[in-house]
């Protein structure tokens, strides 16, 4: 069903940049990189696709795997792409992270596709704002908020502190904001953190990680993942087959190549 899922993921996403007047720069898999001309835009731009998200089509097999909770219900969903779900007041279909950040980033047209490409802290920001979000949220940083009129949220959606956050690569720690649109707030709620995040992401820039394993997970750690990736590629003896394994886990966790 997944295939079809994000057939309509991709389709409805599409739809609102084209109605909203957005840019789409990429997309890496099931992720986007959207530009907006002013918050307001990227505001109306992310509370339309949850909407739409919510409203739209989508396998029933999706949200039974988000409601299995142990891996005997997980193989008991049938996995049928014809049979579609019903929308719940909160949850429909695929749930999608949205993260905003404003700022000038650079910008370097593409002779090959075609299109402009961004680069530097705004979008390596963004990246990050959009890891530390769950599933159906959207997260802003307090400097996107800044660029909003009041009026901008009126009668739009409900915001709520999440706290600060550090995250990789970004200098000094974020002020995070969740975005809700009106329809769905009182159904989606979400946990309140204050944490240090280090979650790098598809569209963040491609910045050095060697040093991640010595300060997050420290030697004992370092040394059994080494063990362990050691062991799993060794066993793996086509490089064709090596490279299928590392797309997946990086895909996994949203770790550029």
Request: contains cysteine; negative net charge.
């Amino acid at each position: 069903s997944m295939g079809d899922a994000l057939d309509t993921h991709h389709a409805v996403i599409r739809e609102c940049i084209h109605d909203h007047g957005a840019y789409e720069v990429k997309t890496a898999g099931d992720a986007f990189m959207i530009a907006a001309g002013t918050e307001r835009q990227a505001l109306r731009l992310a509370m339309d696709i949850q909407l739409r998200l919510h409203r739209a089509t989508f396998p029933e097999a999706i949200d039974a795997i988000y409601a299995a909770e142990n891996e005997d219900e997980l193989d008991a969903v049938i996995d049928d792409p014809d049979v579609n779900g019903e929308p719940t007041a909160a949850w429909n279909g695929l749930r999608v992270r949205i993260g905003m950040h404003s700022g000038e980033p650079s910008i370097v047209f593409d002779d090959i596709t075609k299109g402009y490409d961004y680069y530097g802290s705004t979008t390596n920001t963004a990246a990050r704002v959009e890891g530390v979000a769950k599933g159906g949220q959207v997260l802003a940083s307090q400097h996107f908020m800044q660029g909003l009129a009041l009026e901008d949220t009126a009668g739009c959606c409900t915001t709520v502190d999440m706290g600060v956050f550090e995250l990789k690569g970004v200098p000094e720690p974020v002020s995070v904001v969740a975005v809700t649109p009106n329809a769905l707030s009182d159904a989606r709620t979400f946990t309140r953190e204050k944490t240090i995040v280090d979650a790098p992401e598809a569209f963040a820039d491609a910045d050095d990680f060697s040093d991640r394993a010595e300060s997050d997970f420290g030697d004992e750690s370092e040394e059994s993942h080494k063990a362990f990736f050691s062991a799993m590629f060794t066993a793996i003896r086509r490089p064709a087959d090596k490279d299928r394994v590392l797309d997946v886990l990086l895909a996994a966790w949203h770790v550029p190549r």
